[in-house]
């Protein structure tokens, strides 16, 4: 994946600060630091402290988890034999975390990352955030659709309800990997140079909360499985040191066992 962020790679000379402005048409930074090679951003897109660009690669840890159980999902549902309305039940479980995880998502940056990025960027680039809430809006009723077909599937088992939530999960992970591949590529370099620290945990303090105790293993096991071990420690640096401890050993283990059930494979 593109480093967005180049402040965090230990070979940049260049740390940027809320003087620099992602540029998402020329793919690049626009700097005015001094020793800066490239234009200064316009006025409107400064900020007025100094600060450094929030890091904001535990979002990108988020996509990667939710992008690959989307893709996996209708193999998962094809795989349910005719009739078997036990493992249809399993499938369907996981089916209900992920489309709720996804829900909760896109409400948390609905409600506290949207709303600050519109006040600060300039009007050159909030036409970007109304693509973003009308893509939200797209996976909402995609997710409708899903949640129409997943009942049925869970009461029937049959193969024909399970085609339909099987295309239905298609067409909404098509529309999850286009919002997630532009919101990673236009938003997040926004919203680490425009947001405070303290903004930005916001939205993942409300990602966490909307997860069920019971599943919260299990969800940062999904996101463990391909996430930055790096990025993963600093999601837990608020947690308490037994759990600081415990919960990487234990939620991989979590969710190869949810894995198994799922799709055949502790490694999917």
């Known amino acids: 994946m593109t480093n967005l962020l180049p402040h965090l790679d230990p070979g940049a000379h260049h740390h940027h600060d ?17 020793g800066s090679a490239v234009a200064p951003a316009p006025s409107s897109a400064k900020s007025s402290t100094d600060a450094p660009l929030v ?6 840890v988020v996509h990667t988890a939710m992008l690959r159980e989307f893709r996996l999902a209708p193999a998962a549902v094809r795989r349910v034999a005719d009739g078997d309305r036990k493992q249809a039940a399993t499938v369907e479980r996981h ?6 995880l996804l829900h909760h998502h896109h409400t948390g ?5 949207w709303p600050p990025l519109r006040e600060r960027l300039p009007a050159s680039v909030v036409q970007r955030l109304d693509a973003a809430e009308d893509q ?24 024909q309800d399970g085609a339909v939530l099987a295309e239905a999960l298609e067409q909404l992970h098509v529309l999850l990997a286009e919002h997630l591949d532009a919101e990673e590529r236009t938003l997040l370099p926004l919203a680490a140079a425009h947001l405070t620290e303290a ?9 966490a909360a909307s997860v069920p105790k019971s599943a919260l293993l299990l969800v940062f096991g999904m996101f463990a499985y391909e996430g930055d071990p790096a990025v993963l420690r600093d999601m837990l640096r608020e947690a308490p040191p037994p759990a600081r401890v415990l919960v990487p050993r234990l939620a991989p283990r979590a969710y190869r066992r949810r894995a ?3 799709h055949g494979t502790a490694h999917p």
């Open 109 to 113: 940056e609905d409600e506290l990352l």
């Open 18 to 34: 809320r003087h620099c402005w992602w540029h998402h048409e020329l793919g690049r930074w626009i700097c005015d630091n001094p």
């Open 95 to 100: 089916l209900a975390l992920l489309c709720d």
């Open 136 to 159: 939200h809006a797209a996976i909402d009723a995609a997710l409708d659709r899903v949640a129409d077909a997943r009942r049925d599937f869970r009461a029937t088992a049959t193969g």
């Open 199 to 207: 903004e930005w945990r916001a939205v993942g303090a409300a990602g």
């Open 260 to 262: 198994r059930q799922v």
């Open 55 to 60: 890091d904001v690669r535990d979002m990108i």
